[in-house]
């Protein structure tokens, strides 16, 4: 069975003079390819000032119809953002259908999310960029949706109808995700409840976060050196640490000029970085890109509230790199960097070492006496892994605990808690 056509793409790369940067050419090339174009070609185009119809100057108009004639290409990719006026200019001269950045952008969100709430999150923040770019579309410009580059995701009759139907449809997107919103609030909340210490791997698309979470934890979360391989956010719980058990989360991956609409539909997505203890800031230290990649990564976590979340940085790939060992780097008793090869597992024990240590800073470790009317606190002790060891007689139950002096100040404030009075005055204890 013959696997279908790639679409054949024309990227503009719009710079202003002698601002012309490879690397971002060559990420929107890997963002064409993602979403599974042929890039027959780049074309650079140098703006001095955007033109208000097109965009681009009626010069470079006239070269790009000619072009997309001469080589037959389906669709014209420009990375940047177009107004509406502009991307249906330009989509009637060129006869080709024309889409900005964002437009593909979201594309590869619809073809990369898994979960009936991702899909509904990805078709929000495309209707949303859609609105606007209803009229004008083009005759002939609605065949079947699927399988294209820019027209996967809700469908070709929903963009069709008139704005009434669209807003009813955002509408109705936007409360079926306000309810999803709720019950992922309500779950992150009984993980806060246990006091699980929660850690989030942020980064770069493709810096190799998914593969770093399936070496942390044993999983099997899709991976492949394509970006935005994954997108939905999963939490997995890592035992035998110093510190006890602590939950990990895999997030979506970010990428300089993240569409705005992405980043507001994604936001229950986003709080596993926003609601983390701590954030492993995962950095492809083999790239060259890599300095501006962390200043996009820390401007999108600034945008969505995690800004102040305590960040360490894991630079991984350093397989690539001739010479470069593994190691931790630590700064006032502090563990700051960490130097990994997810893919060789490198590094990768001094990590979760480093993580139980910084975990297991503030830990108390005692012996608790719980009564028959004390089953409450001892299940939420079980629930949260903080019980070690555990006897029972005719006075109750007798129990060995290990948990963070905050979780222990907590539980003790709370109805039931007078047991954990005696554990606080104990010191905390450092693990060896």
């Not at 309810?179 to 770069?204: F, K, S």
């Not at 229950?268 to 230290?285: F, G, K, N, P, Q």
């Not at 800004?307 to 502090?334: A, C, H, M, S, Y």
Request: charged share 25%; proline share 4%.
């Amino acid at each position: 069975m013959n696997s279908p056509r790639r679409e054949r793409a024309l990227l503009v790369q719009p710079a202003a003079p002698g601002q012309r940067d490879p690397a971002i050419a060559e990420e929107f090339a890997d963002l064409a390819r993602s979403a599974g174009a042929e890039v027959v070609a780049v074309i650079d185009a140098r703006i001095e000032r955007p033109s208000a119809s097109h965009y681009l100057g009626s010069g470079k108009v006239e070269e790009l119809k000619g072009y997309c004639e001469a080589t037959d290409v389906d669709v014209v990719l420009v990375n940047a953002t177009l107004s509406p006026v502009q991307e249906r200019n330009l989509s009637d001269d060129l006869g080709r259908r024309v889409i900005d950045r964002v437009g593909l952008i979201l594309d590869i969100f619809a073809l990369r999310a898994a979960s009936a709430d991702g899909k509904l999150q990805v078709e929000l923040a495309q209707l949303k960029h859609s609105a606007t770019r209803l009229t004008g579309k083009g005759k002939g410009m609605d065949s079947q949706r699927g399988g294209s580059i820019g027209l996967r995701g809700p469908g070709e009759t929903a963009l069709e109808t008139d704005r009434r139907l669209i807003r009813a449809r955002i509408d109705a997107l936007e409360k079926r995700l306000s309810r999803i919103d709720v019950q992922r609030t309500q779950m992150r909340r009984a993980r806060m409840r246990n006091e699980l210490p929660r850690v989030a791997i942020v980064g770069y698309t493709n810096a190799g976060k998914s593969t770093l979470f399936n070496a942390l934890t044993g999983s099997g979360v899709y991976a492949a050196d394509q970006l935005f391989a994954t997108l939905d956010p999963t939490v997995r719980r890592i035992d035998g640490l110093a510190c006890g058990p602590l939950l990990l989360s895999d997030t979506v991956g970010f990428v300089r000029d993240l569409p705005h609409d992405l980043v507001a539909a994604f936001r229950s997505t986003l709080a596993e970085a926003r609601e983390a203890d701590l954030l492993l800031h995962l950095v492809d230290a083999s790239d060259p890109e890599r300095d501006t990649r962390i200043a996009a990564v820390n401007a999108v976590l600034e945008e969505i509230g995690a800004g102040d979340v305590p960040q360490w940085t894991v630079f991984n790939k350093i397989d690539r790199i001739e010479g470069l060992e593994p190691r931790i780097d630590v700064r006032d008793g502090e563990a700051t960097q960490a130097w990994v090869s997810a893919r060789a597992g490198a590094g990768l024990d001094a990590l979760l070492e480093a993580l139980g240590t910084h975990f297991a800073a503030d830990l108390l470790v005692g012996r608790l006496m719980l009564g028959a009317a004390d089953g409450r606190l001892r299940a939420q002790l079980h629930a949260m892994g903080a019980v070690r060891a555990e006897t029972v007689d005719e006075a109750g139950w007798q129990l060995e605990v290990r948990l963070p002096r905050g979780t222990a100040e907590r539980l003790a404030a709370a109805p039931g808690g007078h047991p954990l009075h005696g554990l606080l005055l104990v010191a905390p204890v450092t693990p060896t």
